[in-house]
């Protein structure tokens, strides 16, 4: 029951943007979108998360689109460390809990 | 500030054993959320514990099963274990003034 759709891959050269979309045609208003990463059977890596407006932290920024429906994480300069299955969630806030639905994700491949 | 730790790293048991898995979450964290990953259905949400109270459930069978402790310390259990159950399970922890969950680098189980 994810609520998005990434593409199931990604390349990107070493020292460029990569650029990783999402949609999320159905999220709701008070609906965050969430990206995390996981490295090889490692614990999912939290990236960054943002409601409407663009974010930008110290490992990304997030350009989510005006009617929300898309958003796009923008490493700026990728490296081989950045090879991972990146994962865009949106968050399932129920009245008591939180739990975080994971798709398939896209695994982005940063290669020199 | 530490980051979540979950006990033991690797744990290999038989069929029908059942198995503790332990979570100590982020200093100040109070919830606890349980997740199994598999290659076959990725990573999915098992429950989770605020205050020591289960606040939600995924949709797994009664021998999952978890609590949470007065210090916010999890732990999860799996009763008659099953050739399925092979996988990695994952703690995350959470603030109460934050929807930001943070991933331990959860423990292998593997069932023979």
């Known amino acids: 029951d994810a609520k998005t759709t990434q593409p199931p891959s990604m390349d990107c050269a070493e020292g460029r943007a990569a650029n990783l979309p999402c949609n999320h045609s159905t999220i709701s208003g008070n609906e965050y979108v969430y990206w995390y990463r996981q490295i090889h059977s490692q614990g999912p890596q939290y990236i960054i998360h943002?409601?409407?407006n663009n974010e930008t932290n110290e490992m990304a920024s997030l350009i989510i689109t005006e009617d929300r429906k898309s958003s796009t994480l923008i490493l700026p300069h990728a490296t081989l460390r950045d090879t991972a299955v990146y994962y865009c969630?949106?968050?399932?806030?129920?009245?008591?809990?939180?739990?975080?639905?994971f798709g398939a994700g896209t695994i982005l491949r940063v290669k020199s | 500030k530490a980051g979540v730790t979950q006990t033991p790293r690797y744990l290999i048991k038989t069929r029908g054993q059942q198995v503790t898995l332990s979570c100590s979450p982020i200093?100040?964290?109070?919830?606890v959320s349980w997740y199994q990953q598999t290659p076959g259905q990725g990573l999915q949400f098992l429950f989770e514990y605020f205050s020591e109270t289960q606040r939600n459930k995924g949709n797994f069978p009664g021998r999952f099963s978890g609590r949470q402790f007065s210090n916010s310390r999890s732990e999860m259990n799996v009763s008659t274990l099953e050739l399925g159950d092979s996988a990695l399970y994952l703690c995350a922890s959470r603030g109460s003034f934050t929807d930001t969950q943070y991933f331990g680098p959860g423990t292998r189980l593997t069932v023979l």
């Open positions: 969630i949106v968050r399932s806030d129920m009245e008591y809990g939180n739990k975080l639905v």
């Open positions: 200093s100040g964290h109070r919830s």
């Open positions: 943002g409601l409407k």
